[in-house]
């Protein structure tokens, strides 16, 4: 791959696994198709394919290469004695190893033990107390070394045996995990194939259409231990048992309402939805839905679906019980938000636009304008108000005033009140932002688009906002703050003409007097500029 590599990489099974440039930020972005890439940003098969990369062209990868094809020229003139005795030396001294091998000759041999395999299970997984992370990973560490061999012998069996082992193996690992804290998730190489086997497996199993069902609906409402795969999840099943199993599903919703309409649990529900979906069956989504409904987000979620398919009237009802239930400020917008595609569909333009300048009214930022901007365009122009630009720059200098900048000093508070300046620039009203950023705080990305707008025809402004966003940016204080520093004054500089270049060379030059202690800068401009 371009700018990356890919491998496959064998830990407890094999994955794919790859990694790649990031220029925009610098660093390195991995992807593996194990458990622990889903959370954690470099998992250890990045990591060791990392290691692996960076060692492939050196001299001592590649006196390794040499040195393993001499040894395997040197045994390839031994005696078969002479080799079965170094074989045998090797298994004597590796448990693991020899354990291997015994698998693969009962498996040649159709004598692989179920009660065996059991008993190493427990020996993989021992009851231990552990709460040091360093302790845990060693633990897992081991535990995988040794269920590669279990593994080797689960796939010799039958399905319904790898079945059984499988569900055994993860009913021991959730045991042990009750004394074992692994906030780190170094159990998850493990958990990942004994969840994958389960879900390949359950299509093999020679259990009739009302077995395969019956067991789907069970471990749907009660998991039975927390590592237990999600259920219907990734199972793969033929579709008479997927209709069997609806069928079961819907027979004890229709039990549970009958008793308490409270209680109906909501697993169970979750797969006749997610098949109504499927379907395009919206009527029964939405009656699967009323049955749990009764909040918020419950109510919304039935007027947007009913607004979807074509039941503006129905929409309108349920937007009316989310409405009485909205508490907080977002859940109230979320109601006006959906009032407005109703106005819209029914044609009553007036009414859309002032809810939607409600909304703006009421938090008057850039990005409630681009909202504003874009019901502006959806809409007819006569039920607009036609100086409505002007209102909105009026609203945000308000909404910047009444606020203390003076006080802000986070990047995050200037992102807040910074909208004006962001309302300019979409505009290209340039002047108006030259104007404003004079005397008042500003964004540094903004500061720097208004600098790029304006390198041609004022090139001492631009020079002046590129020093103000650069020292921020410089006084992070951090390796990769430096080179995104260095990489935008790289930018600019191919930017200004050549007239201009001494502009930019005293800027370089006061970055140097001001920032000298940080010797990883000064090299970069030394470097690059110098």
């Known amino acids: 791959m371009e700018h990356g590599v890919q491998a496959k990489v064998t830990g407890t099974s094999t994955y794919s696994t790859s990694l ?20 954690q ?16 062209n050196s001299d001592e990868e590649q006196s390794a290469v040499n040195e393993m094809e001499k040894l395997k020229a040197w045994l390839g003139e031994k005696p078969h004695d002479e080799l079965l005795e170094i074989l045998w030396k090797q298994l004597s001294e590796n448990a693991n190893e020899r354990q291997k091998w015994l698998f693969r000759m009962n498996a040649s041999q159709d004598n692989v033990s179920s009660d065996k395999l059991k008993h190493l299970i427990r020996l993989a997984l021992p009851e231990e107390s552990l709460w040091d992370y360093r302790d845990v990973s060693d633990y897992f560490s081991d535990a995988e070394e040794k269920f590669a061999v279990i593994f080797e ?9 790898q079945w059984e082992l499988s569900l055994y193996a993860l009913e021991i690992l959730a045991a042990v995990l009750e004394e074992i804290d692994d906030s780190y998730g170094h159990r998850f190489d493990i958990e990942g194939r004994l969840t994958q086997n389960l879900y390949d497996l359950f299509d093999e199993l020679d259990w009739s259409v009302d077995q395969k069902a019956g067991w789907l609906l069970e471990h749907t409402m009660n998991y039975g231990h927390d590592l237990f795969p999600s259920v219907p999840g990734q199972f793969t099943f033929s579709e008479e048992v997927e209709q069997q ?10 039990r549970q309402v009958c008793e308490n309409e409270d209680l109906v649990d909501t697993s169970i529900l979750w797969p006749l939805i997610e098949h109504a979906k499927q379907t395009k069956d919206w009527r029964e989504e939405c009656k699967l ?5 009764n909040q918020f987000r419950d109510w919304l979620e039935l007027s947007e679906i009913c607004l979807e398919n074509g039941d503006e009237l129905e929409a309108d009802h349920w937007l009316v019980k989310a409405k009485q239930v909205a508490k907080f400020d977002r859940e109230q917008r979320d109601c ?9 569909v029914l044609d009553e333009h007036t009414k859309a636009w002032k809810l939607g300048w409600s909304l703006f009214d009421t938090e008057s930022t850039f990005n409630q304008y681009k909202e504003l901007q874009k019901l502006y365009d959806r809409i007819e122009k006569q039920h607009c108000d036609s100086d409505y630009l002007i209102k909105v720059e009026q609203r945000l200098i308000k909404h910047y005033e009444k606020h203390d900048l003076k006080m802000v000093s986070s990047s995050y508070g200037l992102n807040s ?10 505009l290209e009203q340039v002047d108006k932002a030259r104007s404003w950023v004079k005397e008042r705080q500003a964004n540094k990305e903004n500061l720097l688009k208004l600098a790029d707008l304006v390198v041609t025809s004022h090139p001492i402004e631009a020079i002046e906002l590129y020093h103000r ?11 990769g703050a430096y080179a995104h520093a260095t990489d935008l004054l790289i930018k600019l500089k191919e930017k200004m003409a050549a007239k201009d270049h001494v502009l930019f060379q005293k800027l370089i030059s006061g970055f140097q007097a001001e920032f000298k202690l940080k010797r990883n800068m000064m090299k970069l401009l030394k470097e690059n500029f110098c």
């Open 336 to 344: 006006i938000k959906q009032e407005i595609e109703i106005s819209i």
């Open 245 to 254: 199993y609806l069928a079961l599903c819907s027979k004890e919703v229709k």
């Open 289 to 293: 839905k009323l049955i749990k409904a």
């Open 417 to 426: 009140y910074d909208s004006i300046l962001e309302f300019y620039l979409d």
């Open 41 to 56: 940003r470099l998992c250890k098969h990045c990591v060791a394919l990392g290691i692996y990369v960076n060692r492939l």
């Open 469 to 479: 966003s650069l020292r921020s940016i410089i006084s992070e204080t951090n390796n």
């Open 153 to 161: 012998g689960i796939d010799c069996l039958e399905p319904e045996k």
């Open 20 to 39: 790649h440039a990031n220029d925009k930020v610098a660093e390195i972005v991995g992807n593996c198709t194990c458990p622990a890439a889903e959370y």
